[in-house]
């Protein structure tokens, strides 16, 4: 079974979580709800408001940024919402953002990001398991701190609070040696622009690192995303959602490196993130958004009444996701696809 999840509505000027909406999917057996940040508005806070006003959904961040937060941050604000959620609700879904945010928005270097995220995640999980002192001396991060310009002084600590040692850790990745350390650290994955048919391109990838971690490819979440839009005008709702794609693929990143641009050549279609990249950085919006190819926009949300919905439904079944999180739900649309997945809901 396919395990659904909610996105909240994030990277707009005002805060918006619609806690009824939350609470019914809760109620019709959605399995989790995610917040996500860009630079304005952060994961964790809404998912902590979440947290006090349901009692089953799982709370995770898809994506908090590694940039925004130390890892020790990182570690205690995630133990600090698990315990008050109750029940091991929580999953730590951690990125890398790129280098346009990393080093214009928190003002931080961006290098070496494989390394640093191998880093990170270690000492997440040795603070949460508290097996002693933290010590940590890795590639990039080092605790306690060893850098010629501190006082010297660092002691390893040990966390005061007795955090869930088994937070799953998932990320946010999509080069080839991104998605191998992935499978060989974390506990699931946030595939960058998946879709059905995908999974062969990133399996070998996943062996790769299963074998070197010597994990259980049986125990490792594949969570894809995917906008849900309940109608019979198709054309109308796949041109609705062309504007946010041609932003991303034109202006979401550096000239020489959009990993949204990337994302699309490697879908097959380098002449329509070309062109959209051209028009948008001509600030020629309207021909960008009219770049942006009905068959990609399609292939990659459920769009359509019922009918249409149970057949595009099914492509996500057989895609090698174990989870799907869905954008633009509303409460229309929210028990349509409820039944269409077989949800089992809660009394």
């Not at 998912?47 to 590694?66: E, K, S, Y």
């Not at 946010?244 to 990337?262: C, L, P, Q, R, S």
Request: with cysteine; proline share 6%; aromatic share 8%.
């Amino acid at each position: 079974m396919l395990k659904l999840g909610l996105a909240i509505d994030w990277g707009k000027p005002r805060i918006a979580v619609d806690l009824p909406l939350i609470k019914y999917a809760e109620r019709l057996g959605f399995d989790s709800v995610w917040a996500s940040e860009a630079y304005g508005s952060d994961a964790l806070t809404p998912l902590a408001f979440i947290a006090g006003q349901t009692q089953h959904i799982r709370l995770g961040t898809g994506i908090a940024q590694v940039a925004a937060r130390q890892p020790a941050a990182m570690a205690m604000a995630m133990a600090t919402l698990d315990q008050l959620a109750g029940d091991g609700r929580v999953i730590c879904g951690l990125g890398m953002s790129g280098p346009q945010v990393v080093e214009g928005w928190y003002g931080l270097p961006w290098r070496q990001p494989r390394a640093h995220l191998r880093d990170y995640v270690a000492i997440l999980r040795k603070q949460w398991q508290r097996q002693g002192p933290l010590v940590h001396d890795g590639e990039r991060l080092q605790l306690p701190y060893a850098g010629d310009d501190g006082a010297g002084l660092g002691k390893p600590l040990k966390s005061i609070l007795h955090a869930n040692p088994d937070i799953p850790v998932y990320l946010g990745t999509g080069s080839q040696s991104m998605v191998e350390l992935t499978s060989e650290i974390a506990d699931g994955w946030l595939p960058f622009g998946f879709v059905p048919g995908m999974y062969e391109h990133y399996k070998p990838w996943l062996e790769t690192g299963f074998v070197r971690g010597k994990r259980d490819p049986e125990a490792f979440a594949v969570v894809g995303g995917s906008d849900l839009v309940v109608t019979k005008d198709i054309k109308a709702a796949i041109d609705a959602l062309k504007p946010t794609i041609a932003f991303y693929v034109g202006g979401m990143g550096a000239k020489t490196k959009n990993f949204h641009k990337d994302l699309m050549i490697r879908r097959g279609y380098p002449d329509a993130a070309q062109a959209i990249q051209t028009a948008f950085l001509q600030g020629d919006m309207p021909a960008a958004i009219a770049a942006v190819p009905d068959e990609y926009v399609d292939d990659a949300a459920l769009i359509g009444d019922r009918q249409r919905l149970k057949i595009r439904f099914q492509r996500w079944l057989d895609s090698g996701a174990t989870d799907l999180i869905l954008h633009r739900v509303d409460e229309e649309s929210l028990p349509i696809i409820a039944e269409i997945a077989d949800l089992k809901p809660r009394q």
